[in-house]
């Protein structure tokens, strides 16, 4: 057999395990760009975490009540595990957590352009819970079954984290349309700026998308840009009529053939460009990502040093 | 500067309730033994999943080679004579 | 301010610690230097601020004037928080926000040890609860300090540059007034006179291993039990209160 013989015969092996519906572990044979698609996704999916932390994390010291700090403190926790989740699953591809900040702060990793819009009021965290986290959630539980062993058990887990993100987020919506004429102005200010964003993060539209191929085939993605988008956006309308918010989209309407709702276009100059790093908060993230980075890596080396002594003190014993 | 490293990678594994397996939770970084117990803690125990915690640096895991499967677990797919169903039990006796 | 019984006031500062310990180690969400230790500082910050929702919900009670912990959390004047001005100060480094930690959670440890066999029942409760939380939060702060403090020439010199800033403001935990004396000798609340040496004990025995020297000093900054604070609380208040004050008409 030549090379090419192996390589077809390897591959072919492969893709029944993947037909099968067997899962791909870490240590399976598989072929590069199996891998190389995994570690792209994971990793931007484990930055998209991290860097979400931030436009929430802007209102913690403002949030209006105890529970309210409470509530905020214990989602974006949540988000910072989901990172750590997402890092460890990567890490099983043979990339280091440290690799991959490092692809993040020179750019070779993306991360959600919806973390490039700010969070202005009290009513965006609203929004970013419903809206963003309802939107992250729906291609979550698509991805529980994705064929990689140690992503769809991560995803497993977020997922039954994530149940009450949403739900919160929700509630202080709610709460908000039920108060004072200031509060619903806000509510739905913050419904108008983060709904196209949020419709947004599925990605472009199947006829454009560019990675679908092999994605489907390995069963790393299960469910199209398109249908994710429409799930969303069914389920959420609903909602936004039960408090009283308008969906800012005047061709919304619901299509009896297609069983979904029709929306108008979105604006994919506007996604490219946040894409391309012009959206209003790209370079403040990233800056501030790097800012603690750099702040906590004389505390990384001192825990080293440290733990160095002590084996070295061990050794001198012995 | 030193690289940056993020510290060791750690495996954790957590007791849901007390004589329960230890079951595979996830990895944690830290430099110290202490200190992966506490982020394993913080990490994979905050909804109240755990009554005990271990964790091994994840280099001293030794996994078996996929390659070696049918080695290592098919000899083990006829031995039926292993299993309480392969016996033929007289009519009327009781299952102890 | 001057009806408050002495267990009113007295539970306003121990709330109100809480509730400012909550403050700054909220900030540290999304600035944590790993990953890990950013989910440790919240989970710390969650459990002052739930301890602050406790404490200052029974002071709303003993007050008896239909206040609820929100209301004394987000609407008092400067003047009447009543934490000790340890907690209000900005965190400088991770060194700083550790071995603050440290010391207050030793403190935290002996004073709610005795308070949780006290007659009170609520704050025997409260108490029961925040003794769990205190212990973990010292054995990570210690350990942390530990590191730091012997780890590299920088770390070192950072710890100590922390332990120095914040030495000055530990004699404050320790204050007394006639008031709290006569609950003392009430029995429902510690002596808190009697808990400094054993809590000088616990520093010194972290200090020790952390190769750092406890600073020579006998003047302690003291005014935040009275209402007199730091420049720092205005700016805590500015942030925290922002919502209620710019909206005092909307509930969230």
């Known amino acids: 057999m030549t090379t090419t013989d192996i390589h077809t015969e390897l591959l072919k092996n492969f893709e029944e395990k993947i037909e099968r519906g067997d899962a791909i572990e870490p240590k399976d044979r598989m072929p590069d760009a199996y891998r190389k698609h995994l570690i792209r996704q994971i990793s931007q999916h484990a930055h998209s975490e991290v860097i979400g932390m931030q436009p929430e994390g802007n209102w913690i010291t403002r949030a209006p009540t105890l529970r309210a700090r409470q509530i905020l403190l ?26 991959m900040i490092e692809q993040l702060h020179s750019g070779k990793a993306k991360y959600s352009n919806i973390f490039n819009y700010p969070a202005l009021t009290w009513a965006d965290i609203g929004a970013i819970g419903w809206l963003v986290d309802g939107a992250a959630i729906v291609n ?68 454009e998308s560019p990675h679908s191929g092999d994605a489907f085939r390995w069963k790393i993605k299960r469910a199209s840009n398109d249908e994710l988008r429409a799930k969303f956006i069914d389920k959420t309308v609903q909602q936004a009529e039960v408090i009283g918010l308008t969906i800012p989209d005047n ?68 | ?83 309480p169903t392969f016996y033929t039990m007289p009519e009327g006796a009781k299952a102890i | 301010m001057n009806n408050q019984t002495p267990l009113l006031t007295y539970c306003l500062r121990l709330g109100d610690n809480a509730l400012i310990q909550s403050y700054r180690l909220s900030e540290w969400c999304s600035n944590g230097p790993i990953l890990e230790e950013d989910l440790a500082l919240t989970n710390f910050a969650l459990d002052m601020t739930g301890r602050a929702d406790l404490l200052l919900a029974y002071a709303a009670t003993l007050e008896g004037k239909g206040q609820t912990s ?18 209000e100060l900005p965190d400088e480094d991770f060194a700083f926000t550790m071995v603050r930690l440290m010391l207050t959670s030793a403190y935290d440890m002996l004073l709610y040890s005795a308070l949780e066999k006290s007659p009170n029942e609520n704050l025997a409760a409260i108490a029961a609860k925040a003794i ?59 002596n808190i006179t009697a808990l400094k040496e054993p809590w000088m004990e616990k520093a010194a ?48």
């Open chain 1, 74 to 99: 214990a989602k974006i926790q949540d988000e910072g595990g989901h990172g750590l989740y997402l890092y460890s699953a990567a890490e099983t591809l043979g990339i280091s957590r440290a690799e």
């Open chain 1, 140 to 207: 979550q539980v698509s991805l529980q079954r994705t064929s990689y062993g140690p992503y769809s058990r991560a995803m497993v887990r977020i997922c039954k984290e994530e149940s009450f993100h949403q739900r919160q987020g929700y509630e202080i919506m709610a709460k908000m349309m039920k108060g004072t004429k200031e509060q619903q102005e806000m509510a739905q200010d913050a419904m108008n700026r983060w709904w196209w964003p949020s419709l947004m993060m599925f990605g472009p539209h199947d006829s």
């Open chain 1, 251 to 318: 061709e919304l309407k619901w299509n009896e053939e297609r069983g979904h709702y029709d929306h108008g276009p979105i604006n994919w100059t506007e996604f490219y460009e946040v894409i391309g790093g012009n959206g209003p908060c790209n370079l403040q993230r990233m800056n501030h990502h790097k800012r603690v980075h750099d702040e906590g890596k004389w505390v990384l080396e001192a825990a080293e040093a440290w733990t160095k002594k002590r084996e070295q003190k061990l050794f001198d014993l012995n």
């Open chain 2, 1 to 83: 500067m030193t690289q940056d490293t993020q510290l060791r990678s750690w495996e954790v594994f957590t007791q849901t309730r007390s004589g329960a397996n230890y079951i595979h939770a996830g990895s944690v970084h830290a430099s110290d033994r202490n200190m992966a117990l506490q982020n394993a803690r913080d990490t994979y125990t905050r909804r109240g999943e755990g009554t005990s915690i271990w964790v091994v640096p994840t280099d001293a895991i030794t996994a078996s080679d996929p390659n070696e499967k049918e080695m290592f677990f098919d000899p083990a797919n006829d031995k039926i004579y292993r299993l």
């Open chain 3, 70 to 87: 929100d209301s004394l959390a987000y609407r008092r004047p400067e003047k009447e928080y009543l934490n000790c001005l340890i907690h």
């Open chain 3, 132 to 190: 769990k939380e205190t212990r973990y939060h010292l054995a990570h702060a210690a350990g942390w300090v530990e590191r730091l403090g012997d780890g590299t020439a920088e770390s070192n010199s950072r710890t100590m540059q922390a332990l120095t800033m914040l030495w000055p403001f530990t004699g404050e935990m320790f204050e007394t007034d006639s008031a709290e004396q006569q609950l003392a000798a009430d029995g429902i609340i510690p």
């Open chain 3, 205 to 252: 025995q972290v200090l020790k291993s952390a190769t750092l020297e406890i600073p020579a000093l006998k003047t302690w900054q003291t005014g935040g039990r009275t209402g007199r604070h730091t420049e720092n609380l205005g700016h805590i208040l500015c942030e925290m209160q922002y919502l209620q004050r710019a909206y005092p008409d909307a509930t969230w």
